[in-house]
Structures are given as structure tokens and as C-alpha cells.
């Protein structure tokens, strides 16, 4: 029996002015695995992550995280939901150039609440596994492109999410850095027993995660060849 998904999308639809860019787009994802977002530009795959994600509400259809229906959350709701169960990385790493790398990484539990020493010391944990070690008191001018996007990487881990969204996460990289940077996230992930959803144009990116789902016009439909 398939495990039932962690988070799923539903018939989603959004609309901007009179065009529509997402049409009925359905994806579902279980803990521990991950689903490859495809398509060309302007075809809905982002505008699908962010619905997923609660950063904007579907106009019809739902989005559900185990038995919460994300789209009837409240705009507060939804950002708590973001804040505890989901992580994000992007292309770039969006690190605040006036803390230190183990700072950074921290932020999320301090805004959360968590004392600053304890959240650093949690966020240090997060470092030699993501081969970071010794790199915890650089700033973000200190580190390269692939060493900050690890970083960012353990930013989105570091309250142990249970879906990590990721838009074009090694865009801005080369193509030997993004290899590294994808199998971490992946594996690591994985390892989490979260599940992950990632955008992206890139067919070498999208060959590492378990399933590859492309958007066309709005429309979803699984890729030939994906696992499933």
C-alpha cells in the first residue's frame, strides 16, 4: 500500500487578471521522498510551489499538509505553518550579510522564539554534516557560491521540516557545485524522513529526486519514466 502523502495539491487553479496559470494542477508527496517540478518558464510550476507552500492561496481547489487544510488557514495561520513544518531554499541564498554563517542557519528557531545561544548551538550540529565545518563565524562575503547555498540549505533544515521547498536551488551555480549541492539536499532529506518538492528547469537536477511531475499550461501530468 502507497503511504498517504504528506502534503498534497488538489484540482488547484490560479488565476491572474484573465489568465489563468495554474489549471486544475494536481502533486502529492509522502515523507522521504522527492517530486521534480518541470516546465518551461511561465508555465505554472512556481505558482504551483507557492500554492503548495501557503505563500499564496489557490482560487479553487485545496492543499492539504497531513489534515490541515492549508488554504483555509488564515494569512497568520499559514506563516506559523511555514515557520515550523516547512523549510525553503532558493536560488540564491538570501543569507543576511550582517551574521555569521551559524546566525544565519539560527534564524528561524530565534524567530521562533528560541534563545540565541541555544539556537546557534543547535545550528552548529547542522554544520560538519553539511560540510561546513569550520565555517561557522564567516560571514556570507566570506563564502563561496556552493559553501552559501549548503548554508541556506541548513537554514531550511534546522526546526526539522517535514516538506522542504526548493525553487531552482543550484541555478546560480555550476554545474559540479549544483551536483554536490543536489545530492545533499536530497540525501539529506531523505535522511530527515521529510519529503521535498523542487522547481526546476534542469533535467540533471530533476534525475535525482524520485519523481518528476512537469506543468504545461498550467496542467500537471507525472513524466514518462518517473519513479512512482
Not at 488565476?15 to 495554474?22: A, S
Not at 534564524?107 to 541555544?118: E, H, Y
Not at 524522513?193 to 499550461?217: F, K, N
Amino acid at each position: 500500500m502507497r503511504p498517504r502523502p504528506v502534503l498534497s495539491g488538489v484540482r488547484l487553479t490560479k488565476d491572474y487578471g484573465r489568465t489563468t496559470v495554474l489549471h486544475e494542477a494536481s502533486l502529492e508527496v509522502e515523507r522521504g521522498k522527492s517530486v521534480a517540478v518541470m516546465g518551461p518558464s511561465g508555465s505554472g510550476k512556481s505558482t504551483l510551489l507557492y500554492c503548495l507552500s501557503g505563500v499564496m492561496t489557490p482560487d479553487s481547489g485545496d492543499v492539504f499538509f497531513d489534515e490541515v487544510c492549508v488554504n483555509e488557514l488564515t494569512d497568520s495561520g499559514r506563516a506559523e505553518l511555514r515557520l515550523s513544518d516547512f523549510g525553503f531554499v532558493f536560488q540564491f541564498p538570501g543569507l543576511l550579510p550582517e551574521l555569521l554563517a551559524d546566525e544565519n542557519v539560527a534564524l528561524p528557531l530565534m524567530l521562533a522564539g528560541t534563545r540565541r545561544r541555544d539556537a546557534v548551538s543547535r545550528a552548529r550540529e547542522l554544520f560538519p554534516a553539511l560540510g561546513l565545518d569550520g565555517l561557522e563565524r564567516r560571514r556570507p562575503g566570506e563564502l563561496s557560491g556552493g559553501q552559501a547555498q549548503r548554508v541556506a540549505i541548513a537554514r531550511a533544515l534546522i526546526h526539522e521540516p517535514a516538506v522542504v521547498f526548493a525553487d531552482e536551488p543550484t541555478g546560480a551555480l555550476d554545474t559540479e557545485i549544483g551536483d554536490d549541492v543536489m545530492s545533499l539536499l536530497v540525501s539529506t532529506v531523505r535522511d530527515r524522513q521529510a519529503a521535498l518538492v523542487l522547481v526546476t528547469h534542469d533535467e540533471r537536477v530533476a534525475g535525482r529526486c524520485d519523481r518528476i511531475t512537469r506543468v504545461v499550461d498550467g496542467r500537471t501530468a507525472l513524466a514518462s519514466g518517473s519513479v512512482d
